[in-house]
T-cell receptor
């Protein structure tokens, strides 16, 4: 089966610019997650969707980050304006039900460099 | 909030040697997941351990869950260069966590041929 697709693979921008990342989860997976992984750290959850509704966005910096999952399938994560500290790998993951006791499938990530 | 501490932070071994990576939780473990990551890439699922104490093996990798100690260990037997990478433990918080995982900081494994 096809895995979680993410694009772009790499992105380099200057601070204060805007950037958007796209994710297409595994077909039929109800739950979609966006994680931020700063170099040398473990992934940190930014937002979790169940179908097209937000389950948890408590760690999303809402003054600059936004995310949507229209129609409950693919998702877009946006940063506007970007800061130097946003340099990280942005990982998208999906799971079948999102109710627990099931593995998360991860995409290859988008590596963002903010100069 | 739950925190996971991994040890060691990095590990360098000679090919053929055994090694162990530990993951300790600040709270009760309801589900413990081990993933492997190549630098700059996504996470590859290795194993999932359920609450209640469990041990699983796949090829040369064995993971154990000690719920009393709130700890899990990942053991690699006769390491190979292909085992090199970043190993991450992730845990569910239970309750209304709805499947999301909190991750440790990762253990960087280098295997010299």
């Amino acid at each position: 089966e096809a895995g979680v697709a993410q694009s772009p693979r790499y992105k380099i921008i200057e601070k204060r610019q805007s950037v958007a990342f796209w994710c297409n989860p595994i077909s039929g997976h109800a739950t979609l997650y966006w994680y931020q992984q700063i170099l040398g750290q473990g992934p940190k959850l930014l937002i979790q969707f169940q179908n097209n509704g937000v389950v948890d966005d408590s760690q999303l910096p809402k003054d600059r980050f936004s995310a949507e999952r229209l129609k409950g399938v693919d998702s877009t994560l946006k940063i506007q304006p970007a800061k130097l500290e946003d340099s990280a790998v942005y990982l998208c993951a999906s799971s079948f039900t999102g109710v627990g006791n099931e593995k998360l499938f991860f995409g290859s990530g988008t590596q963002l460099s903010v100069l | 909030s739950q925190e996971l501490e991994q040890s060691p932070q990095s590990l360098i071994v000679q090919e053929g040697k055994n090694l162990t990576i530990n993951c300790t939780s600040s709270k009760t473990l309801y589900g413990l997941y081990w993933y492997k990551q190549k630098y700059g890439e996504g996470l590859i699922f290795l194993m999932m351990l359920q609450k209640g104490g469990e041990e699983k093996s796949h090829e040369k990798i064995t993971a154990k869950l000690d719920e009393k100690k709130q700890q899990s260990s990942l053991h690699i037997t006769a390491s190979q260069p292909s085992h090199a990478g970043i190993y991450l433990c992730g845990a569910e918080s239970g309750g209304t966590s709805y499947g999301k995982l909190t991750f440790g900081q990762g253990t960087i494994l280098t295997v010299h041929p």
